[in-house]
């Protein structure tokens, strides 16, 4: 079985503060996502990666940057959270050219 | 990337087989329709996936129209846990990053 876990499950982040959320996967898929859900909505692509050590943006990019120090783990990093990133993080992971999505638990990130 | 429409919630009683429609228009040959469910404090998760005609498996079937511009996701003999917000996605398989989810159907299942 697949699978991808995600750290914290939850966080409160003040304005301006950096946070940082972790995505682990034992798949050993090349490909990585982030994904941000709001309520009541679909998920939006942040940031992606298909190898180690480079990241890509997908459909809304602005305000957050991405890590991939290794085919296991990838990082995403608010350097100053906004209210408006208040929402349910997930991330995923695939093989090399499918797109069957493996999703972690997700994490709950509370910005004041 | 094609577009997809799905109405945005249904309702059904457990032990009903319930049927969720999904509309993809400009679907392109060679795009695949992929079904994933999320239940509330989850990720997504794939149900099922097909290109045309009719595919199964142990939790759902998938009947494409001849047209491949209408999917219809069925799940028998659906319970409670059961409910959650289905989505249908179509996407290239070379081009795993593009995969779009958007509001899904809600599926709300009564006792």
């Known amino acids: 079985e697949a699978a991808v876990t995600q750290s914290p499950r939850s966080k409160v982040a003040v304005t301006g503060g950096k946070v940082t959320l972790s995505c682990h996967q034992t798949?050993?898929?090349?490909?990585m996502y982030w994904y941000r859900q709001d309520t009541g909505h679909g998920l939006r692509l942040i940031h992606y990666?298909?190898?180690?050590?480079?990241?890509e943006k997908g459909d809304i990019p602005d305000g957050y940057k991405a890590s991939r120090p290794s085919q296991e783990n990838f990082s995403l990093i608010l350097e100053l959270a906004s209210l408006s990133q208040t929402a349910v993080y997930f991330c995923?992971?695939?093989?090399?050219?499918?797109?069957?999505?493996?999703f972690g638990p997700g994490t709950r990130l509370l910005v004041l | 990337l094609a577009k997809t429409t799905q109405p945005p919630s249904m309702e059904a009683y457990e032990g009903q087989e319930v049927n969720v429609s999904c509309s993809h228009t400009?679907?392109?040959?060679?795009?695949?329709i992929y079904w994933y469910r999320q239940v509330p404090h989850q990720g997504p998760q794939f149900i099922i996936q097909g290109y045309k005609d009719y595919v199964v498996n142990e939790v759902a079937s998938l009947f494409i129209s001849a047209d491949r511009k209408l999917s219809t996701l069925s799940l028998p003999w659906v319970s409670l846990r059961d409910a959650a917000v289905y989505y249908c996605?179509?996407?290239?398989?070379?081009?795993?990053?593009?995969?779009?989810f958007g509001k899904g159907t809600h599926l709300h299942v009564l006792p």
């Open positions: 995923a992971s695939t093989p090399g050219n499918q797109d069957t999505q493996y």
């Open positions: 798949n050993n898929h090349d490909y």
């Open positions: 400009n679907i392109a040959t060679s795009e695949y």
């Open positions: 990666s298909y190898v180690a050590d480079s990241t």
């Open positions: 996605i179509v996407t290239d398989k070379t081009n795993a990053y593009k995969v779009i």
